[in-house]
């Protein structure tokens, strides 16, 4: 926590602030003065010139080795942009090196002397969009560093690339923006070529197949699905799902089978995912699961006043449950005074009202609510009260929902 950071000033009382600004400008100087006023000059180092937004260092003869850092994670979470170029000390880009660098968009390393950057290297920029790398001495780079990011441009000209399948993925990412950029790679004995003509034999893009694609099954029976993958060099398999219901798994080779038993009605809706990755990429294959099972009121409670009067209800239940309601054990008839209203569906869950327009003395009661569909039923009850009966003496004891002033 350093003075010149406008919370401080805040904090400060009226006698030291004075104090304090000229601690500032002994320690700062006027060189401050010349850039934002909250930017450490000191941090952005003198090879570097830095605003709220952006950090620049292109001079050759200062050369930086690694991304300068700032005073303070809030001044480096405001750097949206950073551009190196001419740093011939520049060669990479480590896993830690950008982390706090939230906010990154633009990223230009260029001119320099960059060789490696590292799998988790931009980790922590999930905004990171626009990637320039050109002019450096990349042999590869690959697809994983970037498998969390949505990249819309990738620069990657004047880069000695090989042509391995390690590089593959560029080709299939860019398509004729390869040629555009004339994406070269150097084949083994030193000839170079239009990386869009790359070829190699034994370098593939995976798949991955689940079957069946869909499935319908009732609580408590057995599943079983199947992952088939290919691609070479043969891809991992890994399937991806957070569920409720036990399983097990049994690969083999290309194939994998998941066996999932006594399926729980808890897992109604989740997505279940085999995913098949190589080194040139990886497919994903995903299926919804589709969990018949019968209605459950998981919660019926006291009406409330909203615009309308509500009795509020959760049900769950597959397919879509009938509901009845019964007043005092007459069926109650919907229509535009009173009728069910579904506010929101969740994964497996009906949240939603019986909504009552103005009732009356001649609504109170006992609501009873039946759901069913064609696996089974269940149903609940619940006490409505919703306007003293004329003749009705108030008793100390007795509270309606009309009496209260519920805003
Ligand atoms: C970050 O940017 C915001 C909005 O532009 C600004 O109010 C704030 O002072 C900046 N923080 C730092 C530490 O530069
Ligand atoms: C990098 O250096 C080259 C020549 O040395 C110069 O032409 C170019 O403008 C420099 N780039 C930047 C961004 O300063
Ligand atoms: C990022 O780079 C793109 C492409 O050069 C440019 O259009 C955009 O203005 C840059 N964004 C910022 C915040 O500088
Ligand atoms: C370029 O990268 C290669 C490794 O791919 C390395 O051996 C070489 O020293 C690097 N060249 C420079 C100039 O850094
Ligand atoms: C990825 O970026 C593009 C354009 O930059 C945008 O249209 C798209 O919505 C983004 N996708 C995600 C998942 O953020
Ligand atoms: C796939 O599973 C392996 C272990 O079987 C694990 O090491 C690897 O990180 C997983 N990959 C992904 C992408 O989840
Ligand atoms: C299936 O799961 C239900 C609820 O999770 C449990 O009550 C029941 O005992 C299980 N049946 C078997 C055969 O494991």
Known sequence: MSAYQ??????SGSESWRCLLWWW??????????????????ACRSSCSCSSTRISCVDPETGISSFPSLQSDAEMENITDIYIANQSGF?????KDLHRYKNLRNLTVTNSRLTYVTKLAFQNNLKLQYLNLKDNNLSSLSWRIFKHLNISYLILSGN???????????????GEEADIQELRCTEDGGARKLLSRLTLPNCEVPMATLSPSKTSVKEGENLELSCTTSGVPAPELNWSMALATNYEIETSGQISVLRLSNLSSLDHNSKISC????????KESSL?????????????????PDHHWCIPFSVAGNPVPH?????NENEVTEGAYIMTMIHDITEREYHGCLQLDNPTHLNNGRYRLVVTNEYGMDQKEVDAHFMRQPWEELGPDTAYYGEFDFI
């Open 6 to 11: 406008p919370g401080s000033w805040a904090l």
């Open 275 to 282: 995913i098949a990755e190589n080194i040139v990429g990886e």
């Open 25 to 42: 400008f002994l320690s700062w100087g006027l060189a401050v003065g010349s850039g934002d006023p909250w930017m450490s000059a000191e």
């Open 91 to 95: 060669s990479s880009i480590n896993d």
């Open 323 to 327: 509901f009845q309601w019964y007043l």
């Open 288 to 304: 919804q699961l589709d969990i018949l099972f019968p209605p459950k009121i998981t919660k019926l409670s006291d009406a409330i």
């Open 160 to 174: 000695p690339l090989r042509c391995s399948c390690e590089n593959m993925w560029i080709k299939l990412l860019l």
